[in-house]
């Protein structure tokens, strides 16, 4: 079974500054799916951003970016430019990328990172 | 498209009591997920319908939980006999093929059990 493991139960970062959140994850799989997303105090979870794990090339959504070191099943979040609307619980998750209907298509998520951005 | 939608948003039962939950997908979602999450945790899978098919079930779903997806479009979530431990929030998602889309999340409802 797949794990992922978030180690920073809490973070924090000064608006404008750049911060950046870890993931490790564990899987025998050779393609699969990453994911970040951000769930802030309304609950709602939202995509932050995702990474194709035969891409080498890492993820980028405006101030999000990723570094993603497959050898090393590592999965970070850079937030750039931070400013306090990004003030969230942050959750890695994995998913298969198996074909198989029945299989693969839970989202496995990590424990979270709360982050804080101070004014 | 007006996003996942959940029923209610709080819920606050005595123990033993049965509870029942709705989700209302995004209507052209095909796939549909529950999670459960307490509190400062990642959520936690439960179940997942492809249309009206239950195709996959968590250990966490025990035999007082029950997921049913008549038509393919909304879906329930019942507990019957309620415990303190079952207070969480249930969360429900939708989304389309394939495994890379991206999960669209409801507020979820928060049960509380007294």
């Known amino acids: 079974a797949q794990t992922v493991t978030q180690s920073q139960p809490e973070m924090s970062v000064q608006e404008a500054e750049t911060v950046t959140l870890s993931c490790t994850y564990d899987?025998?799989?050779?393609?699969?799916?990453l994911f970040w997303y951000k769930q802030p105090p309304s609950r709602q979870m939202i995509l932050v951003i995702r990474?194709?794990?035969?891409?080498?090339q890492n993820a980028t959504e405006n101030r999000f970016s990723v570094n993603f070191q497959k050898a090393a099943k590592s999965f970070s979040l850079k937030i750039s430019d931070s400013q306090l609307g990004d003030a969230a619980m942050y959750f890695c998750?994995?998913?298969?990328?198996?074909?198989?209907?029945?299989?693969?298509?839970?989202?496995?998520f990590g424990e979270g990172t709360q982050l804080t951005v101070n004014p | 498209d007006t996003g996942v939608s959940q029923d209610p948003r709080h819920k606050i039962t005595k123990r033993g009591q049965n509870v029942t939950f709705r989700c209302d997908p995004i209507s052209e979602h095909n796939r549909l997920y529950w999670y459960r999450q307490t509190l400062g945790q990642g959520p936690e899978f439960l179940t997942y319908?492809?249309?009206?098919?239950?195709?996959?079930k968590s250990r966490l779903l025990s035999d007082r939980f029950s997921a049913e997806r008549p038509k393919g479009s909304f879906s329930t979530l019942e507990i019957q006999r309620t415990e303190q431990g079952d207070s969480a929030m249930y969360l429900c998602a939708s989304s389309v093929p394939p495994n890379n889309s991206p999960l669209h999340f409801g507020n979820g409802t928060r049960l509380t059990v007294t």
């Open positions: 990474q194709e794990a035969y891409k080498q």
């Open positions: 899987t025998s799989e050779s393609d699969y799916y």
């Open positions: 319908f492809q249309n009206e098919a239950q195709l996959e």
């Open positions: 998750a994995y998913r298969s990328a198996s074909l198989g209907e029945t299989s693969g298509s839970r989202l496995t």
